[in-house]
């Protein structure tokens, strides 16, 4: 986050076979552990439902009372959280690969002080109240700071990614500044903008998440496209260059994916920070250095871990809940440090 | 104050028994230039208030001449203020060259072991849960940030403690703290979860002289030190082999040199909040303007001084309603600081 | 210029403790010596008893400065402030026109109180209730400025207005306000009488800062008036322990709330839901409780719960929502 380590080149080495395998099989386990992790969400909530009523809830729905808190509560949390897992999840991997530092998260480019601002705008002086509408606001908040690192981090010769991180650094700052100007002195501001900061999947209406699947898919298939080139320039832009690879079309697209990504994920669920980093940086441990293969995790393990905090925050502090955006740095914090200490060198 | 080798630049030597110090001209130039724009914010800021007073009230409140209300306004609201601004904004500068010094790293901050974060939920615990005193919320703070310190530091530890290793774990403990500080201002009662947010943002606001008095105190001892230090940092620039080879035992010196920093910025963070950036744009501005290559000290304090003090004064008298000046502090020097470092990168690409 | 960080107030502030009033005796100490002596109006004194102690105050304050809780309540009883600190406009909307035009034109000492500006008011009287500790940090130069009363925020509203009546010498409104009150609420038990002994209610309310999709059960703020005047049978949190409004509950905990006869919810003065409630009642399992599919869920408008005035129009609105209540089985 603050530090600027600059990763050593890795070479990727040759993808072996069995090394293939394990990953494939490593993967596998990913999906069973998120199908799980989907049903087991739709199953566990603050009231106690059967299992027969939420299957009845589902595919067979009446007007019966505890089916209403299955399709309009558990159900559209639990999308929220699976495609707002994946978004930070891939988000997180491309702005470590582009930046080739594997402790980025999203945040690094100030895109999600730039939602916050936007939102403390339409608060504080447009007077607008609804999670709803805030939704636009994060997302077009986004978007015009990625412009603004752009424009600021580019020049005649390119994006250079430090200049990106120093650009999102000045932009970020300015924009948090003003927007804690606009909460701290404007209390009906703070009081809506400190329940929005914490993070939520919860109260997102499936007809307020469609919407912003397209941005999505559009992110997750940039991603992709970017993921061959990414990986040739994690052994420095002259090697990419060499082997053909576009390096102001690969990061002028991988920028457009993130922003699509970090920005769609931030406006369904507001500002979540920690998956985005530790996820891809995980997967990274686990694979190593292969985009692809770290997209492929991202996409499995992020929405895991935050459902798995979605979950436990339903059942920690019965019948009361904990946002999910706390949950995930208590979930996902000790596993970092367990497994740090384990890794005998930093490899990276 | 630099003993790197000149070129036709003019260095001043003041001997003195065994101790020479080369100063150049130009710092000396520049310092003399502070100190004169230091002074003028300082009256600046002493005669500006919503309570109208001329600069004869003002001076004859100072001389004791007058007494009553115009004199606390003057004497008790305004001027530990400008103490306080000063005082807290030179400590900034000189923790922030003493650690970019010592890391060579511009963009180096105490914050990599979690200490900011740890002090903020100490600050908040204090306010939110205790409700206590200013004094409690000193102890709180430093309390908070030591013990955040020094459990990312064992953490992390196993069989040594190795970099990469302690800014992973730092990074997870001041996520973990990030949420439990969003937690404690989410569940709070508004006023309360306001009162802590101003804290965090970092103020002067309501300072008394008791509390300029004790940091300042706290100050003096540690920025003595930084001073006694500033020939071995000097070393340190020069990189690790060069000071090895002038008889510095490099990791000992720059643990001592961390400690200072973080010593420094933690007490101004305990006595006011964290007021953000001064410690990293003071002394790359100093550096600019001395044109020096490394990082000085005396500059660095100096324009640290005079930026919090006019930060200050420019969130309470010319902003549209009173701020607490940590957030002046973000926007203009987290706006200075990334021009500075693109135009800079720019030149260089 | 010394700004210090002000509380503003809100339903958990004014609900923050709940236990008994520290203090409050206002008593007319030295008045009656010191108006015969002189005979001149600006001169006399009296003393009133607060929360930081005996204090000497004009007989009549001319310029009275509010911080904190204190200036709705004294602008509710008359009071013509010249300096009031800053009220959130959700929470300026709900007064009456004459009210907020008082407010508007008193100097506006910012949601920080700019200690200058106040000097510069050259108040006679300063009336305070913010916390203890932000009181402790402006104590002195408040003092220096001219006499100070103070009130913890643990006192209970009646007090209050009790102690700001003697205090800023507003008392005459509020003895009028206080006979309507009781008159009010005498009246209310008489109509009511059987529905307060044989139904079951629940208050359920929701805050700005509530976690998205949670609601709570209200005991504190307007509802503490229905529940201990009027004694309507409200849940209550066990003795010594949190109000239950502290407590967030996800909707789906809504489906739990057939056990009750009456629901009341936030409304504003037209009956509809308040915006921060909204996204309760329009929840398919709200809309399906079967308290709210036979009109027995009620909308009730809360101006305020700090002053008589605020108070009296809540009653006007609880008891007209009552009388829609369909006649039990």
Redo the contacts between chains.
């Keep these: 986050?603050?530090?600027?380590?600059l990763r050593r080149p890795v070479d990727p080495g040759a993808v072996t076979v069995s090394g293939s395998r394990r990953r494939l099989i490593g993967l596998l386990l990913a999906l069973v552990l998120l199908l799980v992790l989907l049903v087991a969400s739709v199953l566990i909530?603050?009231?106690s439902i059967s299992p027969a009523v939420v299957w009845k809830a589902l595919f067979d729905p009446t007007?019966d009372?505890?089916q209403?808190?299955i399709?309009?509560?558990?159900l559209p949390?639990t999308v929220a959280g699976l495609v707002v897992g994946i978004a930070l999840g891939v988000a997180g991997a491309l702005i470590q690969a582009l930046t080739r530092n594997p402790?980025a998260d999203p945040g690094i480019l100030g895109l999600n002080a730039g939602a916050s601002f936007a939102v403390s705008v339409a608060i504080a002086l447009l007077?607008i109240?609804?999670?709803q509408s805030y939704m636009w606001f994060a997302f077009g908040g986004t978007l015009i700071v990625t412009l603004m690192v752009l424009a600021?981090?580019s020049?005649r010769?390119g994006q250079?990614p430090?200049?990106m991180v120093?650009?999102g650094?000045?932009?970020?700052?300015?924009l948090?500044?003003?927007g804690?100007?606009l909460?701290?002195?404007?209390?009906?501001a703070?009081?809506?903008m400190?329940?929005w900061?914490?993070g939520?999947v919860?109260?997102?209406p499936l007809e307020l998440i469609w919407p912003i699947l397209p941005f999505f898919a559009i992110g997750l298939v940039l991603a992709f496209l970017v993921s061959g080139p990414l990986n040739a320039m994690a052994l420095g832009d002259e090697v990419a260059a060499a082997q053909g690879v576009q390096l102001v079309r690969t990061r002028i697209l991988a920028i457009i994916a993130l922003t699509l990504l970090s920005g769609g994920a931030t406006a369904i669920a507001g500002p979540i920070?920690?998956i985005g980093?530790?996820v891809p940086h995980v997967a990274r441990w686990i694979v190593g250095p292969h985009q692809r293969w770290i997209f492929a995790y991202s996409v499995l393990l992020a929405p895991s871990l935050l459902l798995v905090s979605d979950i436990l925050g339903?059942v920690v502090m019965r019948?009361?809940?904990?946002?999910v955006?706390?949950?995930?740095?208590?979930v996902?914090?000790?596993v970092?440090?367990a497994l740090?200490?384990q890794?005998k060198a930093?490899g990276? | 104050m630099s003993t790197r080798v000149d070129f036709g630049r003019r260095v001043m030597v003041l001997r003195r028994r065994n101790v020479a110090v080369r100063v150049e001209w130009r710092s000396v130039v520049v310092c003399a230039v502070l100190v004169l724009a230091i002074a003028g914010t300082a009256v600046l800021a002493l005669m500006t208030g919503s309570f109208q007073l001329g600069p004869g009230q003002v001076i004859s409140a100072l001389t004791g001449e007058t007494t009553g209300l115009v004199r606390d306004i003057v004497v008790e609201w305004r001027l530990p203020r400008v103490a306080a601004a000063l005082v807290f904004g030179a400590a900034l500068g000189v923790s922030g060259a003493v650690f970019q010094s010592t890391l060579r790293n511009p963009l180096a901050d105490p914050g990599v072991i979690g200490f900011s974060q740890g002090s903020y939920t100490g600050a908040l615990i204090v306010i939110l849960v205790v409700n206590g005193t200013y004094w409690q919320l000193v102890g709180g703070a430093l309390i908070g940030g030591v013990a955040t310190a020094l459990a990312v530091y064992l953490l992390a530890y196993r069989r040594g403690v190795q970099g990469f290793r302690l800014i992973v774990v730092g990074i997870a403990i001041s996520a973990m703290l990030a949420s439990a500080n969003t937690w404690l201002i989410l569940k709070a009662d508004l006023d309360q979860a306001m009162a802590a947010a101003t804290w965090g943002a970092g103020s002067l606001n309501g300072v008394s002289w008791g509390q300029v008095a004790f940091g300042g105190a706290c100050i003096a001892v540690l920025l003595l030190l930084a001073a006694l230090s500033s020939r071995p940092m000097r070393q340190l620039e020069l990189g690790d082999d060069a000071a090895a080879a002038h008889g510095i035992r490099v990791s000992a010196v720059r643990l001592g040199l961390m400690v200072l920093g973080v010593a420094l910025m933690a007490t101004v963070t305990a006595a006011s909040g964290p007021i953000a950036f001064i410690s990293l744009v003071a002394p790359q501005i100093g550096r600019r303007l001395t044109r020096s290559a490394g990082i000085t000290l005396a500059p660095a304090a100096l324009i640290g001084a005079l930026l919090c003090l006019a930060a200050d004064y420019l969130a309470q008298h010319v902003a549209p309603t009173p701020l607490p000046v940590g957030i002046v502090t973000v926007i203009l020097g987290g706006g200075y600081l990334g021009w500075l470092l693109i135009t800079e990168a720019r030149r260089r690409l | 210029m010394t700004t210090t960080p002000l509380k503003r107030r809100g339903a958990a502030a004014a609900a923050a403790v709940l236990s008994l009033a520290l203090v409050l005796t206002a008593c007319g100490g030295g008045d009656d010596k010191s108006g015969a002596a002189t005979g001149d109006k600006a001169a006399e004194t009296r003393t009133v008893t607060a929360a930081n102690g005996a204090v000497t105050i004009p007989a009549a304050p001319q310029r009275v400065v509010t911080i904190g809780n204190t200036d709705l309540p004294f602008i509710d009883m008359g009071g013509k402030p010249v300096g009031v600190t800053g009220v959130p406009d959700s929470d300026l909307a709900l007064l009456p026109p004459e009210q907020r035009a008082t407010w508007e034109k008193a100097e506006n000492l910012g949601d920080e109180v700019d200690l200058e500006k106040v000097a510069a008011l050259k108040p006679d009287l300063i009336l305070v209730q913010i916390p203890d500790a932000e009181f402790k940090k402006m104590e002195k130069q408040l003092t220096t400025i001219a006499p100070t009363v103070f009130w913890g925020l643990d006192t209970e509203w009646k007090a209050l207005a009790e102690g700001l009546g003697e205090a800023g010498n507003v008392k005459d409104a509020l003895g009028k306000q206080k006979a309507e009150f009781e008159g009010d609420v005498a009246k209310m038990k008489q109509t009511y009488a059987d529905v307060i002994k044989n139904t079951k209610f629940v208050n359920l309310d929701r805050y700005s800062n509530s976690d998205p999709g949670t609601y709570v059960i209200g005991d504190i703020g307007c509802v503490e008036i229905a529940q201990d005047d009027v004694g309507l049978n409200f849940p209550k949190a066990p003795a010594g322990k949190d109000p239950l409004a502290y407590e967030s509950l996800p909707f789906e905990q809504l489906s739990k709330l057939s056990q009750y006869d009456v629901i009341t919810y936030p409304a504003d003065d037209k009956g509809q839901a308040t915006q921060v409630f909204a996204p309760v009642v329009a929840t398919n399992t709200w809309k399906a409780l079967p308290t709210v599919t036979s009109g027995r869920a009620l909308g009730v408008f809360c101006p305020g719960n700090n002053s008589y005035g605020a108070v009296l129009r809540y009653l006007d609105s609880l008891d007209k929502a009552l009388a829609t209540l369909p006649a039990k089985k």
């Excluded at chain 1, 986050?1 to 380590?5: D, E, G, K, N, R």
């Excluded at chain 1, 909460?183 to 009906?188: F, I, K, M, Q, W």
């Design positions: 986050m603050t530090a600027l380590t909530g603050s009231t007007a009372i505890d209403f808190a399709r309009d509560f558990r949390r402790l007077g109240r609804d999670i600021l981090g020049t010769r250079s430090v200049m120093l650009a650094l000045c932009v970020g700052s300015v948090g500044g003003a804690s100007a909460e701290l002195t404007n209390p009906d703070f009081d809506a400190r329940s900061n914490a939520s919860v109260s997102r920070s920690f980093l530790m339903r019948p009361g809940e904990l946002p955006g706390i949950v995930t740095a208590f996902g914090a000790p970092l440090i740090v200490r890794k930093s990276l």
